[in-house]
Nanobody, 129 residues
Framework: QVQLVESGGGSVQAGGSLRLSCAAS????????LGWFRQAPGKEREAVAL???????TYADSVKGRFTISQDNAKNTLNLQMNSLEPEDTAMYYC???????????????????????WGQGTQVTVSS
């Protein structure tokens, strides 16, 4: 059973930075997708950043150039470095784990919430203007 526990959320002013971490345990698949999703009040949960077992990354257009996803194998953690934060980044952030899809000729990480089987409890990020 995969368990995910997020930490690192908080409140920051616009232009500031935060680093989220997700402690992962129990996953043993050689192919996997790990990612950060976020959900703002009244909005659907959306994929922010994804990383696969080959360390390929995918970012939402709204965070490209500002957020960086990384995986620390030694510590079994997934990190999200968030710079130049904007009020629009305010949301609950969730860590998620799933399995990549195969579409010839390659695997890719899905971006839909429903394609991920395991979720953390979430950590709140609030950015004030």
């Amino acid at each position: 059973q995969v368990q995910l526990v997020e930490s690192g959320g908080g409140s920051v002013q616009a232009g500031g930075s935060l680093r989220l971490s997700c402690a992962a345990s129990g996953h043993s698949n050689s192919r996997f997708c790990l990612g950060w999703f976020r959900q703002a009040p009244g909005k659907e949960r959306e994929a922010v950043a994804l990383i696969d077992n080959w360390r390929r990354t995918t970012y939402a257009d709204s965070v490209k150039g500002r957020f960086t996803i990384s995986q620390d194998n030694a510590k079994n953690t997934l990190n999200l470095q968030m710079n130049s934060l904007e009020p629009e980044d305010t949301a609950m952030y969730y860590c998620a784990a799933g399995t990549p899809f195969f579409t010839w000729p390659d695997y890719y990480c899905p971006t839909r919430e429903s394609d991920y089987n395991y979720w953390g409890q979430g950590t709140q990020v609030t950015v004030s203007s």
